[in-house]
């Protein structure tokens, strides 16, 4: 018999986005995950955000898995998380990391909490005695917080937690806990894992005003707060409470609220020359928020240096945000705030659109805080024995963010890479389950088998009759608890219920004897089990009963302690039990009608399909293919290697894509499991994940060729933009970037012989008619000229006028080399653009300079534009082909912009690189990457399992009005032209409802969400409390 | 008329607003009990005929919680919850249910005191407005 390989394990260090979006993928290949997270909940900063730009709310739930989806908590992420694969560790340290390549071993530092979460009650009587009070964290300080307390007031289980610095160990809570869930003498404990590969996901610490010194002259008063720290006076679980936004000095009203930006970023004299990237739209979406939280008069002002608004839709946001929204923007570095005696908060400040300075009081002034990454990346390499580049940041192998150079196995993603909005937090935690998958496949280790149980024969026809299970969660329940007795009795009279029986405590081994006991003796036929963590246990519990012939969707469990109390403060014995009986009642009858389910299997061509063949093209095809998984790559032109990998010769950060690109399109050549298809277009796709069929069609020949494949990839990319702009094709002295640096390359320009150098960005970008982006390379692709131009001659002088740098993250080094080569920045604005005269045949440059305010004229002996980058106008024939959209821009439009932004909304298609956004080449490559991997998760089994609750057509009941297609949301439901019939895809329906509302037949239904079951839970919960007499 | 005590049959979006009312219990915020919570998965799964049966079989209001626009789980959920109620809330003045007996509420999960605002402001409301009209006709019916 063969040796039984190891499961894959792998450690995913931080728990913020980043870190669950990789936990969870990595769960959801079937690996094992340890998440673990050094403070005391899981979350990270995102915990603290209850709005994300651009809706200005919350969609943090819809990063859980789509497919598969009941295997992972299904409720807020806030409350917590929940799969079956991940074991999560809050609270804890990673202390030492032992071995190599795929065979490491961690130690562990488990904090001591000193509650034990699996006695506590939670019923906080333990709080309200704490005579301990201090600064509650998770407020930013904001409101206090007793030294027993409960991190994250959402967290089910609310996990409370003793902080041992503030604790005064007086005993008074040892004395109310009823449970002896405290111990004040617990130790921390020390524990060892191996795992085969690790993520980083730790975040980076923050800038904070009071650790460093050039904070001093900004934080002169509380009413001086760091942008996190606003968000929670945002919150209604901060310090919110509808109408106003108080400032925390006096609880007064803000009405005139400023923010500074790059606090602590962009400052090289104290050796930060860096941008931290979001704190731009950051401040945008605080100035929006304050605006709708406080009402429209709120004056809302941010300072800024550089307004950074480069990501996908960000510069749509800024001008919704000043037009519609009135909030001003001033670019002015206001060097200190002066608290007034009454409380105000002064600052001089100079406007360079009017030339003045202006002494304005404000009542609130929010600080932009950056990041502070050297501590931790030293941290992090001193762990690891990995090396530091010369920034001071872990050394990343020369094309990738993610995997860590001369490491195996080990990878960063998320803040870590530099700090990164939630959409790049998104694909960096995929990209890092990705090289970690790819790296476990390389090790021969093996993956989670679902558990082949049959599910046993639903005793479905047979009258419902439930057995309820109790449990009494050991010594959980106090004196005050509920009343069990009074609570069987009643259960015992209701109608459909064949026994009611009270369990110690079910999670334990005895619980589980006693629980198959039960089955195994009971003449019912459905089991309700009501106890306190029920997705803690839902699993476990069910394979219990279908071990006793149950089917698993027989039985359900239920928060009994969460239902009784809830919205009940004070515990008196009567009403607990009595809410707890509706409760119930209401779960019987929703249980009784319940129908077994069956999940359905989805039949997978192991296939995928990648459609564009640049960089970001072939190096998801080379992903999966490496994987074993067959690729056709499908390339519009005759060549593979796109714009980028065929015109751009070398990179500011020293790439090289053209030497990258030939060395990718040899691996491609070679790989056996690729097969290119050059000079053709897809024209046409039909199918569901697992299944597609797409029509190639190629120019040439005016041939077609059918492919099938289950997964697809686009990758389309883009390409310098046109413009007629500035006497662009009228002389060959005004140029664009890509031209002048291939001419200087070639050497067709000279640059030893030019005197004066013009540059001008943003043309034709960022504004509303034309290209509404920002397209986050030209910053850099400029600057890269202008220092090519210095370095051959210095003499020549160089300016380039621009609306923003958009040099964020350590571009800013190449902004601050420039600047130092004595390269001349100078801004204009959109409203005053530049003119450009020829004189003699020269470019004469004219435009009002903003510092100086005087107009400046700048003959040239050349001008370059920036113009931008544009999508392939091929996209809208894909977006036709596989009918998904595009943006207002060209660009592919994404599922969700912020969580899911390298899916599509149809499950199965998955998009990358400049077909979503431009992007830097490194950022390419991880999308591509995290595409691959999202595509590997479904290809890389025969079958995928989706979902037992799924909605469902009662054929007999249907008029094929087909209105339920047109509802569905997700595109799940299809008429079938040869059975005539309306088919659901069991992968992309949901479970929303929304079919079953449409329809007036009641032929659209959601498995366990019928009609039925529902109005028989109104009922029961209408129905007279008939335990009120029995209680009296 | 001091001591009537209104029922409310709340249909709660299992995404946001069941999470505010989790979080309103765990922050000690107590809401009325009057409140007969009924978990659905989406403000947008919540069909006409539920609500109808709520008040035929003694709901004095029925209350839709569902995330904010633009924040729905299943993506447009709510706004068609929204184009619903509008409509059945015409339907239901026919039959003498007013509309401050039916409401719809966004309610995100870190507004555990919205929630509580909510529900009380519902109860007190319909303490003053009295039992429903069709009280019990449900069972009349039936």
């Known amino acids: 018999m063969a040796e039984k390989k190891p499961t894959g394990t792998v450690l995913v260090a931080g728990a913020g986005i980043s870190g669950i979006k990789a936990a969870i993928e990595l769960a959801e290949g079937g690996y094992k995950v340890l998440l673990t997270d050094a403070s005391t909940q899981i979350g990270g900063i995102l915990a603290k955000l209850d709005y994300q730009f651009p809706t200005d709310h919350c969609g943090m739930c819809r990063m859980l898995p789509m497919v598969g989806r009941e295997y992972g908590s299904q409720y807020c992420m806030r409350k917590s998380l929940f799969h079956e694969n991940i074991e999560i560790l809050p609270f804890t340290e990673i202390t030492s990391v032992q071995g190599d390549g795929g065979n490491y071993k961690v130690e562990l530092l488990k904090k001591a909490r000193l509650v034990d979460p699996a006695v506590c009650n939670e019923m906080g009587e333990c709080i309200d005695v704490c005579p301990v009070e201090v600064p509650d964290e998770f407020n930013h300080g904001l409101t206090k917080r007793k030294a027993i307390y409960q991190a994250i007031p959402h967290n089910t289980p609310k996990m409370l937690l003793i902080d041992r610095e503030a604790c005064t160990k007086c005993g008074e809570c040892v004395k109310v806990c009823t449970t002896n869930a405290i111990n004040l003498d617990a130790q921390d404990e020390v524990e060892t894992r191996e795992v085969h590969s690790i993520v980083l996901a730790s975040g980076v610490k923050l800038y904070n005003t009071r650790e460093f010194e050039d904070a001093k002259s900004y934080a002169v008063s509380p009413d001086v707060v760091t942008s996190l720290a606003f968000e929670r006076m945002m919150s209604s679980s901060g310090t919110y409470e509808g109408g106003v936004i108080k400032r925390p000095s006096d609880g007064k009203p803000a009405k005139n609220i400023a923010w500074i930006q790059c606090m602590g970023s962009r400052n090289r004299r104290q050796k930060r020359d860096y941008c931290s990237s979001i704190c731009c739209m950051f401040a945008l979406k605080e100035a929006v928020l304050a605006k709708e939280k406080g009402g429209p008069e709120v004056d809302t002002t941010i300072f800024y240096m550089d307004m950074r608004t480069f990501g996908k839709g960000f510069q749509q946001y800024r001008d919704k945000a000043v037009d519609e929204h009135g909030v001003k923007l001033i670019r002015c570095r206001v060097q200190g705030v002066m608290l007034k005696p009454d409380g105000s908060l002064e600052m001089r400040y100079f406007d360079p659109e009017t030339n003045e300075f202006f002494v304005k009081d404000y009542d609130l002034v929010v600080m932009s805080t950056g990041q502070i990454p050297f501590e931790t990346h030293k941290k992090w390499a001193d762990l690891l024995n990995a090396p530091l580049d010369e920034r001071g940041l872990l050394a990343t192998e020369q094309y990738s963010k993610i995997k860590i150079a001369g490491k195996p196995g080990l990878f960063i993603c998320g803040s870590l890479m530099g700090l990164t909005d939630v959409s790049e937090a998104m694909s960096s935690g995929i990209a890092a389950a990705g090289e970690a998958t790819n790296f476990l496949t390389t090790l021969g280790v093996d993956i989670l088998k679902e558990e082949e149980i049959a599910e046993p024969t639903a005793h479905e026809r047979e009258n419902s009759l439930v057995s309820v299970a109790l449990c009494k969660c050991g010594e959980k329940v106090g004196a005050d608890g509920i009343d069990y007795e009074l609570l069987s009795a009643e259960l015992l009279r209701y109608r459909g219920v064949g026994e009611v029986n009270v369990i110690d405590s079910i999670c334990k081994a005895e619980g589980e004897t006693t629980t198959n006991d039960i089955l195994g003796k009971t003449k019912c036929n459905r089991l309700l089990v009501g106890a306190c963590q029920p997705f803690m246990y839902r699993r476990k519990l069910k394979n219990v009963a279908r071990k006793a012939g149950f089917n698993s969707s027989m039985v359900e469990i239920f928060d009994l302690f969460g239902i009784a109390r809830r919205g009940m403060v004070e515990p008196s014995v009567g009403d607990w039990t009595l809410r707890a009986a509706r409760e119930v009642k209401s779960d019987i009858e929703r249980l009784k009608y319940k129908p077994a389910l069956h999940v359905s299997t989805l039949p997978i061509n192991q296939t995928a399909l990648v459609v564009g063949g640049g960089i970001g093209g072939m190096q998801a095809a080379l992903s999966l293919a490496t994987r074993g998984v067959p690729v056709h790559l499908v390339e519009k032109e005759a060549h593979l290697g796109g714009y980028l990998g065929n015109q751009v010769e070398h990179t500011i950060d020293g790439l090289a894509p053209v030497a990258m690109a030939s060395d990718m399109k040899l691996k491609v050549f070679e790989n056996k499991n690729i097969t290119v298809h050059l000079n053709c277009e897809v024209e046409k796709t039909v199918g569901t994940l697992g299944s597609f069929e797409s029509k190639l069609h190629f120019k040439d020949t005016n041939e077609n060729t059918y492919l099938h494949h289950g997964a697809v990839i686009m990758v389309t990319g883009g390409h310098e933009g046109a413009t007629t702009e500035y006497g662009y094709g009228t002389s060959d002295k005004v140029l664009t970037q890509a031209e002048l640096k291939k001419g200087m390359a070639s050497g067709n320009i000279d640059a030893g012989g030019l005197e004066n150098v013009v540059m001008i960005q943003c043309v034709g970008s960022r504004q509303k008619e034309g290209r509404h982006y920002c397209s986050r390379i030209c910053c850099m692709w400029a600057i890269a000229n202008a220092l090519k131009i210095k370095e051959v001659n210095p003499e020549a002088r160089v300016f380039i006028l621009y609306r923003d740098v958009m040099t964020y993250g350590f571009f800013e080094q190449y902004y601050t080399k420039a600047r130092t080569a004595g390269i001349i920045f100078m801004n204009y604005s959109l409203e005053n653009k530049p003119q450009v005269e020829m004189v003699e045949g020269n470019p004469v440059v004219k435009f009002m300079d903003t510092v100086l305010n005087t107009e400046i004229e700048l003959p040239a002996d050349m001008l370059v534009l920036s113009t931008g980058v544009d999508p392939e106008e091929s996209n809208q024939r894909l977006a036709d082909a596989f009918g998904v959209t595009l943006t207002e821009d060209r660009f592919l439009a994404e599922a969700d912009s912020k969580w899911r932004p390298i899916e599509f909304q149809k499950v199965g298609l998955y998009l990358a690189g400049t077909a979503h956004s431009p992007m830097p080449l490194k950022s390419v490559i991880m999308q591509a990457e995290a595409a691959a991997q999202k595509a590997y998760t479904y290809l890389s089994g025969r079958e995928v399992h989706t979902a037992g609750v799924i909605s469902k057509v009662k054929d007999a009941l249907c008029i094929r009005c087909q209105r339920c297609i047109n509802i569905c949301p997700y595109g799940a439901r299809s008429y079938d032209e040869v059975e005539k019939c309306i088919v659901v895809d069991p992968a992309e329906c949901q479970a929303c409802g929304a079919c079953a509302v449409e329809c007036q037949n009641n032929a659209a239904e959601v498995t366990g969400w019928s009609d039925k079951q529902l109005m028989a839970a109104i009922d029961a919960k209408l129905m007279d409390d008939l335990l009120m007499s029995t209680a009296e | ?142």
């Open chain 2, 1 to 142: 008329m001091s001591d009537f005590e209104p029922k409310i049959v709340a249909f709660f979006c299992n995404w946001c607003t069941f999470t505010a009312a989790d979080l309103a219990g765990t922050s000690r915020l107590s809401y009325p009990p009057n409140l007969k919570i009924i978990r659905v998965m989406c403000s947008g799964m919540v069909d006409p005929k539920f609500v109808l049966k709520a008040f035929l079989n003694g709901a004095d209001g029925v209350l839709i919680g569902g995330c904010w626009p633009g924040d729905c789980h299943y993506i447009n959920g709510n706004f068609k919850a929204r184009r619903r109620v509008a409509l059945l809330t015409e339907l239901l003045k026919q039959y003498g249910i007013g509309e401050e007996r039916f409401w719809l509420r966004w309610i995100a999960a870190s507004e555990g005191n919205m929630l509580k605002e909510v529900a009380d402001e519902m109860t007190v409301k319909l303490k003053q407005l009295g039992p429903s009209p069709l009280q019990n006709m449900g069972q009349m019916v039936g």
